[in-house]
């Protein structure tokens, strides 16, 4: 994997219709490239000059173009365009993607799309014929070709973030963990929801009533007894067994949210140990407690006025 300071600061995406195109966007658009479709090549340099990808802002956006058949005329000129970018110094790289024609001609009847170079009524295979004499040169002079005939998506995905992101792989999945109480309704938007409400709850201590997850007396409460002492043992082992496979499986955004009762105590307290956990594993974690403002300290004072405050360790 290369260095962040030699990612290419402009990808070019093309290949073969049907092989993957918009799913490499995809990917590169997770990966934080600014993405543009079907774009003449004569526009490449215009639009490297705007400020927001020009290096002379000294805070340069990264940069994704797929070009390709669709532009036809337009097309001819890619060759100069390269040229031009390789002597003006500027990083480029050329992906291209590619498949086999009997698979091109399955994706093109599933999708009952038409191929865009057989608007003369050419079948798909005499279009397909024609597109890879199209892209012939920029198939050779392309810096990685991938064959997508046998891939899955997800495989694709894996592929596409193993060349062109500077982060390990497992950065790229952003986790949320949050806190609720079931008693104000379960969450919607969870990936995975837990149910700590079997373990011993410091609402019934009168001392603890007013007090949160976040007080050290709660902390300790919940933790240091043997039933959360075995939970966090087997809980800690189910997120090491699924957290790779969501990595994986390509996955962006993952959500657990952590619930008993109120959302005050237990689920507070776990919620952090779980946000802790998975990021001393090396994965990029936030962690909310979303009912915590309803908790009220004896003064009168809400707890925390803003149940998604987040400092990147824990709750505001």
């Given amino acids: 994997m290369e260095n962040a300071t030699e990612m290419p600061e402009l990808v070019i995406v093309s290949g073969m219709s049907g092989a993957g195109r918009t799913e490499a966007m995809h990917v590169l658009e997770d990966l934080d490239y600014f993405c543009i479709d079907n774009l003449p090549p004569d526009l490449i340099d215009d639009l490297l000059a705007m400020p927001d990808f020009s290096k002379s802002t000294g805070d340069s956006r990264k940069l994704a173009i797929v070009c390709d058949a669709r532009g036809r005329g337009f097309f001819s000129s890619m060759s100069a365009v390269l040229?031009?970018?390789?002597?003006?110094?500027?990083?480029?790289?050329?992906?291209?993607?590619?498949?086999?024609?009997?698979?091109?001609?399955?994706?093109?009847?599933?999708?009952?799309?038409?191929?865009?170079?057989?608007?003369?009524?050419?079948?798909?295979?005499?279009?397909?014929?024609?597109?890879?004499?199209?892209?012939?040169?920029?198939?050779?002079?392309?810096?990685?070709?991938?064959?997508?005939?046998?891939?899955?998506p997800a495989e694709l995905r894996a592929k596409i973030k193993d060349l062109f992101s500077s982060s390990p792989v497992r950065e790229g999945l952003s986790v949320s963990v949050y806190s609720f109480g079931f008693k104000h309704g379960a969450p919607i938007d969870a990936d995975v929801v837990i149910d700590v409400r079997f373990l011993p709850n410091p609402f019934y201590d009168p001392e603890m009533r007013t007090m949160t997850g976040l007080d050290e007396k709660v902390h300790d409460y919940v933790l240091y007894n043997s039933d959360t002492e075995q939970f966090l043992k087997r809980w800690k082992a189910?997120?090491?067994?699924?957290?790779?496979?969501?990595?994986?499986?390509?996955?962006?955004?993952?959500?657990?949210?952590?619930?008993?009762?109120?959302?005050?105590?237990?689920?507070?307290?776990?919620?952090?140990?779980?946000?802790?956990?998975?990021?001393?594993?090396?994965?990029?974690?936030?962690?909310?407690?979303?009912?915590?403002?309803?908790?009220?300290?004896?003064?009168?004072?809400?707890?925390?006025?803003?149940?998604?405050?987040?400092?990147?360790?824990?709750?505001?």
């Fill in 83 to 152: 040229k031009k970018l390789k002597d003006s110094g500027i990083n480029f790289k050329i992906l291209f993607l590619d498949a086999s024609d009997d698979k091109l001609i399955s994706r093109y009847k599933s999708s009952r799309r038409m191929h865009p170079l057989c608007k003369d009524g050419a079948t798909i295979a005499a279009g397909i014929e024609r597109e890879r004499s199209l892209l012939r040169e920029l198939r050779t002079n392309a810096d990685n070709v991938i064959d997508t005939t046998n891939l899955l």
């Fill in 238 to 316: 189910l997120l090491d067994c699924v957290m790779p496979g969501y990595v994986a499986e390509g996955k962006q955004q993952l959500a657990i949210a952590v619930g008993c009762t109120g959302g005050q105590h237990r689920s507070v307290v776990l919620a952090e140990q779980t946000g802790d956990y998975l990021r001393s594993s090396g994965y990029r974690v936030s962690v909310a407690h979303r009912d915590l403002a309803l908790a009220i300290r004896p003064d009168g004072e809400l707890v925390n006025a803003d149940p998604l405050a987040d400092d990147e360790g824990g709750a505001a």
